[in-house]
């Protein structure tokens, strides 16, 4: 059953650890191409809300995600419920259908008040993810979650990150915010031939919109 907040700083950690494990199976896909590296785009990506500034729209009522559409980056997945491991990690997408999209069941629904989460790979199984362009969002862009109650989240695009895995700090990603957010997350950077896994993060942040 999923709760409407994270589970404390347990699951803080939880989350950041895989986050920083996340799509790590990336080292037996796309063996027959180097990936490329992302080329982040410093202008703008660092907007963030004004301060002082309304929390913005009231949040909605708790209701399962079932969609997530991105139009600028022509991603839409189905969404499923990516719980925790028995070692505690959270789990991710599946490998094997790298286009499929997740969501953390353990914070908030998108549109509910704090920071909802969706994990997606950048490739998998010799082909590109579903976040494989999610480096390329800027602050303006939309993002909207089809929701089981048969309404719709829309979010606006306020920040875009390249963050090194060993730099992530869960409490900037996942921590309480003033109103509704949504966190879209997946593997960037360069890919370590050694380690078998990209060395970044990419993470985008949103609010809800209004209207």
Not at 24 to 36: F, G, H, Q
Not at 92 to 109: D, H, K, R
Request: with cysteine; net charge negative.
């Amino acid at each position: 059953m999923a709760t409407s907040v994270l589970r404390g700083r347990r699951g803080l950690l939880l989350l950041a650890a895989a986050v920083l494990a996340v799509l790590a199976a990336v080292a037996l896909v796309l063996t027959s191409r180097e990936p490329a590296d992302v080329a982040m785009s410093q202008a703008g990506q660092e907007q963030l809300p004004p301060a002082g500034s309304s929390a913005g729209p009231a949040a909605m009522a708790k209701s399962e995600p079932v969609s997530v559409d991105v139009p600028k980056i022509g991603a839409h997945s189905t969404l499923i419920s990516l719980g925790l491991n028995a070692d505690d990690t959270v789990q991710v997408p599946p490998l094997s259908n790298p286009m499929q999209a997740g969501w953390y069941e353990y914070g908030p629904t998108p549109g509910e008040l704090g920071p909802a989460v969706i994990l997606g790979h950048i490739d998998g199984n010799k082909d590109k993810g579903i976040f494989y362009d999610l480096k390329k969002l800027a602050p303006g862009d939309d993002i909207s979650v089809a929701r089981l109650d048969g309404t719709t989240a829309h979010f606006v695009v306020y920040k875009t990150d390249l963050v090194p895995k060993d730099a992530f700090q869960p409490d900037a990603v996942y921590g309480n915010t003033p109103g509704p957010e949504l966190r879209l997350i997946t593997c960037g950077g360069s890919f370590d031939r050694a380690a078998h896994n990209y060395v970044d993060n990419v993470i985008v942040y949103a609010k809800l919109a209004s209207g």
